[in-house]
């Protein structure tokens, strides 16, 4: 009998033990770690020209002329955004020759080596591929519209 007893409390540590593993994976998985999403995730969004029409009335013809707005204007933030990436480029250069001036050969080779590794890190996690970074990130396409959404 006392064996029958041993066994059972054995087996209900086994499981609430169980249970605390599990509890803590979910709750690193769930709770802990949506703390740390990146914070273009949280970022509200512009509303839509739905939602534009709804809230200020307008018309199919001022929905068609703000549509041609965009459109003309997407071209401009590309042009932008290439442009922007490529002084940031530049800078980024100027800044490593000056770091690199103060290093000493064996700190360099550590330093390309430190920052080789931390690009591969950043390709994986938001997976792309390749290292050009003078290229805009746009993945509605080329000249697209915003999208027409309902929130």
Do not use: C
Request: overall charge positive; glycine content about 6%; cysteine-free.
């Amino acid at each position: 009998m006392k064996t029958k007893y041993k066994i059972l409390v054995a087996l209900t540590l086994l499981v609430v033990f169980g249970l605390g593993v599990a509890a803590g994976i979910l709750g690193e998985r769930y709770v802990v770690h949506k703390k740390y999403r990146r914070p273009s995730s949280d970022r509200t969004h512009v509303p839509s020209l739905d939602a534009w029409a709804k809230e200020l009335g307008l018309t199919e013809d001022q929905q068609a002329r703000i549509r041609e707005i965009f459109k003309r204007n997407e071209e401009r933030m590309k042009v932008y955004r290439t442009e922007g990436l490529a002084k940031l480029s530049e800078v980024r250069k100027a800044l490593k020759e000056e770091l690199d001036a103060v290093f000493t050969p064996e700190q360099r080779k550590k330093m390309e080596e430190m920052i080789r590794q931390h690009e591969e890190r950043r390709r994986k996690e938001s997976g792309r591929t390749g290292s050009d970074r003078t290229t805009p990130r746009d993945r509605r396409g080329d000249d697209a519209p915003p999208p027409d959404r309902e929130r």
